[in-house]
């Protein structure tokens, strides 16, 4: 049986697909589809789980991002063994350009006829290399950072922070150093000054 991990913040997209996996009769071979709303979700079942397949909409999740690099850990944990289709709702010039330089099996337009997906969907799994020795991951952020990032984007207090993570006032201080380094931001404010092209849709 196969595993595809579905990646998508929207619900009725998410739960349609899922839905039309589970009972498609298209493909010789039943699916154990498992979806997820939320990228750090994501990688933990990507690196644990270790699915067959990756089905995302990453333009979702533009919004939510403060560079296009913290894509990085999806791509990074499919590798070269697990497929992974980019089945995008919208597309943007950034995204795209990064993308482009990623590993994809393919990428197309939410708008893609259900009998054509899963012909490419059948494809995908068949061509599929088999898991090899475990991969390597390296995310551009570490998952205690992602972590650190979601919570301060959602203005938590570093006392806050530090209670939760059960480190010092001062580390969190430190991690946010490295996460605003890693990320390429000029200050602590401009994190969250959503850039134009980032956000356009």
Known sequence: MYKILLVDRCHFSRTGLESWLNHAEDFAAPFHVTATDHLLRARELLIQWQPNMVIADLHGFMGDIHHVNQFSSIFAACGNTTRLILLQSSSSDVLNDYCSQQITWRIVDK?????????????????RPPFGEPK???????????RILEWWSVGMSNEEIARKMGIAVKTVYTYKRNIRMKLGADNRFSLFVP?????AR
């Open 195 to 199: 850039l134009p092209e980032m956000c």
């Open 111 to 127: 708008t893609i006829p259900l009998r054509e997906l899963g012909q490419m969907i059948g494809k995908a799994l068949m061509s």
């Open 136 to 146: 390597t991951i390296t995310p551009l952020l570490t998952l205690r950072e992602e």
